[in-house]
């Protein structure tokens, strides 16, 4: 018998089985405890969790943009406000064939290769399940025409905003400034769930320095929504906060009357309440309508306006770097007499030409009057703007200490104001010279700086700011655009306190001689500008600026009428009015229009006249400016939310 045919052994095979049944019933047993505890952890401990991703599944939490803040002029008068209008949105994730939707839409709405452009960029920077603007600013026929075709477009949707508009087109685009659409670019440098959608950011001027104060804050609402991804339902509504309404400085009607006494002409023109640093109109001239920016401009327009050989999108108010010319001479004045360098009273002999002492080579510095002034003291020099006396001025101050005092005005850099795309002029030294130019300073180049040639540079701003403080005997104040805040819910106005700056501190004596001068321009028959004010109600102390574009063609005595255009002086004025009270200083630039006296004093008497006219009358025989508080103005409240309002 073999050893494989052993006999069956049944306690053995009980024991077997019985073993086999208890491990099988553990695992079992194991088995339902752990599916009984995954399903308390689920149920009772993550309940909260795996509820919202199942609540999330037919709720949609969409972003409710703010209304953007409103801008008024200091009158109360609007300068940007928001106006209801209509956009094409796309869902992209609902639509099936975008691009034959694409070609589809361009039977029903208008669309050009700039919307097909700007949407697939858009496109690119969202979420499938984000709607993203097609068209914005629809007509009432295209609204109707796709209401009636809208079952041929699923995921293609109209929407009701409000829509950023300039009432005043390109008058106040020069400090106001516009929204655009907002780009990659800017939403890097911006909370992005603050700005969930915003479709429009600021751009230039105010509109963007300000952006986050005008932009408010973001709502949220809690759609319900189908399985094709149509609103069933507006859940709950967490209302946005609107951006913050602006009071800004300026007159309104000063701004126009500026932008019109430049029509025509390449210019800029820059007033402030020297009281406190008001601006009260900073104008460009030619300029631009903003509100074909706000949407997007079309590429023919946009390569127009930057082909225009007047260059009107450029902001010669804040940017343009102008030589200031004889308008220098009243600053000038005032460093000889705190220097010592000259005396009120002193009388100098100003022949038709002034050398420099010990000068081999000769050079003849010439005078505009080719048969001099004669025996000249500080005011006659002002009033007859006597280049001669200020060509040995300044030999005698020198360029550092030329410097040093000018740059109390503000000359030579940026005054800071509160918006974008300011220019610092140039205030040279012989430092700069060797840094910029490789080169040394000669004593020639202090004595053309003397009268606002050679390197000297500043923009109208830094004009109007630096003649602001001449009025005010060297009290100085940083122009400022914004005078106040309004909050558009609870309608309480914040003022904004003047910023004063570091005053210039001469004796008493030496502003009267310096602004006895300026006065004497327009009110004595041997000033500058004596014809352009003969007969003005106010009296005005000013100053003519002629600044040469080139040299050569005037060392030819060439006339006017033979220059080519781009070669003609430019033309310069600044003013100040009341003379012994003012209430406002203006600056003045007219490029290529020759002399200061024909071209800018008109353009400053016109610009004094409306405001004195406008916003001033007469207390026991003085010239006050009437009450405008911001706190009095009657504003009108911030427009009504609509639904996917943009910022």
Same mark, same amino acid.
């Given at each position: 018998?073999?050893?494989?045919?052993?006999?069956?052994?049944?306690?053995?095979?009980?024991?077997?089985?019985?073993?086999?049944?208890?491990?099988?019933?553990?695992?079992?047993?194991?088995?339902?405890?752990?599916?009984? $505890?995954?399903?308390?952890?689920?149920?009772?401990?993550?309940?909260?969790?795996?509820?919202?991703?199942?609540?999330?599944?037919?709720?949609?939490?969409?972003?409710? =943009? =703010?209304?953007?803040?409103?801008?008024?002029?200091?009158?109360?008068? +609007?300068?940007?406000?928001?106006?209801?209008?209509?956009?094409?949105?796309?869902?992209?994730?609902?639509?099936?064939?975008?691009?034959?939707?694409?070609?589809? +839409?361009?039977?029903?709405?208008?669309? /050009?290769?700039?919307?097909?452009?700007?949407?697939?960029?858009? *496109?690119?920077?969202?979420?499938?399940?984000? /709607?993203? #603007?097609?068209?914005?600013?629809?007509?009432?026929?295209? !609204?109707?025409?796709?209401?009636?075709? %809208? &079952?041929?477009?699923?995921?293609?949707?109209?929407?009701?905003?409000?829509?950023?508009?300039?009432?005043?087109?390109?008058?106040?685009?020069?400090?106001?400034?516009?929204?655009?659409?907002?780009?990659?670019?800017?939403?890097?440098?911006?909370?992005?769930?603050?700005?969930?959608?915003?479709?429009? &950011?600021?751009?230039?001027?105010?509109? $963007?320095?300000?952006?986050?104060?005008?932009?408010?804050?973001?709502?949220?609402?809690?759609?319900?929504?189908?399985?094709?991804?149509?609103?069933?339902?507006?859940?709950?509504?967490?209302?946005?906060?609107?951006?913050?309404?602006?009071?800004?400085? +300026?007159?309104?009607?000063?701004?126009?009357?500026?932008?019109?006494?430049?029509?025509? %002409?390449?210019?800029?023109?820059?007033?402030?309440?020297?009281?406190?640093?008001?601006? *009260?109109?900073?104008?460009?001239?030619?300029?631009?309508?903003?509100?074909?920016?706000?949407?997007?401009?079309?590429?023919?327009?946009?390569?127009?306006?930057?082909?225009?050989?007047?260059?009107?999108?450029?902001?010669?108010?804040?940017?343009?770097?102008?030589?200031?010319?004889?308008?220098?001479? =009243?600053?000038?004045?005032?460093?000889?007499?705190?220097?010592?360098?000259? /005396?009120?009273?002193?009388?100098?002999?100003?022949?038709?030409?002034?050398?420099?002492?010990?000068?081999?080579?000769?050079?003849?510095?010439?005078?505009?009057?080719?048969?001099?002034?004669?025996?000249?003291?500080?005011?006659?020099?002002?009033?007859?703007?006597?280049?001669?006396?200020?060509?040995?001025?300044?030999?005698?101050?020198?360029?550092?200490?030329?410097?040093?005092?000018?740059?109390?005005?503000?000359?030579?850099?940026?005054?800071?104001?509160?918006?974008?795309?300011?220019?610092?002029?140039?205030?040279?030294?012989?430092?700069?010279?060797?840094?910029?130019?490789?080169?040394?300073?000669?004593?020639?180049?202090?004595? !053309? @700086?003397?009268?606002?040639?050679?390197?000297? *540079?500043?923009?109208?701003?830094?004009?109007?700011?630096?003649?602001?403080?001449?009025?005010?005997?060297?009290?100085?104040?940083?122009?400022?655009?914004?005078?106040?805040?309004?909050?558009?819910?609870?309608?309480?106005?914040?003022?904004?306190?003047?910023?004063?700056?570091?005053?210039?501190?001469?004796?008493?004596?030496?502003?009267?001689?310096?602004?006895?001068?300026?006065?004497?321009?327009?009110?004595?028959?041997?000033?500058? @500008?004596?014809?352009?004010?003969?007969?003005?109600?106010?009296?005005?102390?000013?100053?003519?600026?002629?600044?040469?574009?080139?040299?050569?063609?005037?060392?030819?005595?060439?006339?006017?009428?033979?220059?080519?255009?781009? *070669?003609?002086?430019?033309?310069?004025?600044?003013?100040?009015?009341? $003379?012994?009270?003012?209430?406002?200083?203006?600056?003045?630039?007219?490029?290529?229009?020759?002399?200061?006296?024909?071209?800018?004093?008109?353009?400053?008497?016109?610009?004094?006249?409306?405001?004195?006219?406008?916003?001033?009358?007469?207390?026991?025989?003085?010239?006050?400016?009437?009450?405008?508080?911001?706190?009095?103005?009657?504003?009108?409240?911030?427009? #009504?939310?609509?639904?996917?309002?943009?910022?």
């Amino acid at each position: 018998m073999s050893r494989r045919q052993s006999l069956r052994d049944p306690r053995q095979e009980r024991r077997q089985f019985a073993w086999r049944a208890i491990v099988m019933g553990l695992a079992v047993v194991a088995l339902y405890a752990v599916m009984v $505890a995954r399903l308390i952890y689920l149920q009772v401990i993550d309940h909260e969790h795996y509820a919202a991703m199942s609540h999330d599944n037919r709720v949609h939490i969409a972003a409710v =943009p =703010p209304p953007r803040g409103l801008i008024y002029d200091r009158h109360g008068v +609007l300068l940007a406000e928001n106006v209801p209008s209509y956009s094409l949105d796309v869902t992209p994730e609902q639509v099936p064939d975008m691009a034959g939707t694409l070609e589809a +839409l361009k039977s029903v709405v208008a669309l /050009t290769p700039d919307d097909i452009r700007r949407f697939k960029q858009a *496109l690119r920077r969202k979420w499938p399940f984000q /709607t993203v #603007p097609l068209r914005f600013d629809l007509t009432p026929e295209e !609204v109707a025409r796709f209401a009636v075709q %809208r &079952y041929r477009f699923p995921g293609v949707d109209i929407k009701a905003r409000l829509r950023r508009y300039y009432p005043f087109g390109g008058a106040m685009v020069d400090a106001v400034g516009y929204v655009g659409r907002i780009d990659a670019a800017e939403l890097q440098h911006v909370d992005g769930q603050n700005y969930a959608g915003t479709t429009h &950011y600021g751009k230039t001027g105010v509109e $963007a320095f300000y952006q986050e104060r005008l932009h408010g804050r973001v709502g949220y609402d809690q759609i319900e929504v189908n399985a094709k991804g149509r609103q069933i339902r507006v859940l709950s509504h967490q209302p946005p906060v609107p951006g913050d309404d602006l009071i800004l400085s +300026l007159d309104a009607g000063l701004q126009q009357v500026a932008e019109e006494a430049l029509a025509g %002409r390449e210019g800029a023109a820059v007033a402030i309440d020297p009281r406190n640093g008001d601006v *009260l109109a900073l104008v460009s001239a030619p300029s631009y309508d903003p509100n074909w920016f706000v949407d997007g401009i079309s590429s023919k327009r946009y390569a127009e306006l930057r082909k225009n050989a007047w260059r009107p999108l450029f902001n010669r108010a804040l940017a343009g770097q102008y030589p200031p010319g004889s308008t220098i001479k =009243p600053f000038m004045a005032l460093a000889g007499l705190a220097n010592g360098v000259v /005396t009120a009273d002193q009388q100098i002999y100003c022949g038709p030409y002034w050398q420099i002492p010990g000068d081999p080579a000769q050079r003849k510095y010439r005078d505009w009057n080719r048969y001099g002034h004669g025996m000249t003291d500080v005011s006659k020099a002002i009033t007859q703007s006597v280049d001669v006396y200020f060509y040995r001025l300044a030999f005698q101050l020198g360029i550092e200490r030329m410097h040093g005092f000018l740059s109390r005005f503000g000359f030579g850099s940026a005054t800071d104001i509160d918006t974008t795309g300011e220019m610092g002029g140039l205030l040279p030294t012989p430092a700069w010279k060797r840094r910029a130019r490789n080169e040394v300073w000669y004593p020639g180049n202090t004595v !053309v @700086a003397g009268i606002g040639q050679g390197f000297v *540079l500043a923009t109208p701003l830094q004009l109007a700011d630096a003649t602001a403080a001449l009025s005010m005997r060297g009290e100085r104040f940083r122009p400022r655009l914004l005078r106040a805040v309004r909050d558009p819910i609870s309608g309480k106005v914040s003022e904004r306190p003047a910023d004063a700056l570091q005053p210039v501190q001469v004796r008493q004596s030496y502003w009267q001689a310096v602004l006895r001068g300026m006065r004497n321009v327009t009110q004595r028959p041997d000033g500058t @500008a004596y014809r352009q004010f003969r007969g003005f109600d106010y009296v005005v102390a000013g100053k003519t600026g002629t600044a040469q574009v080139t040299s050569h063609i005037h060392s030819d005595n060439s006339s006017e009428a033979t220059i080519p255009y781009r *070669l003609r002086d430019n033309g310069l004025f600044i003013a100040f009015a009341p $003379a012994d009270h003012p209430l406002i200083a203006v600056a003045v630039v007219v490029e290529h229009g020759g002399g200061g006296d024909v071209s800018a004093a008109p353009v400053a008497r016109r610009m004094l006249a409306y405001y004195l006219e406008h916003n001033t009358e007469r207390r026991n025989g003085r010239l006050v400016l009437k009450p405008d508080l911001p706190a009095q103005l009657d504003l009108q409240p911030t427009q #009504p939310r609509q639904a996917g309002a943009p910022s």
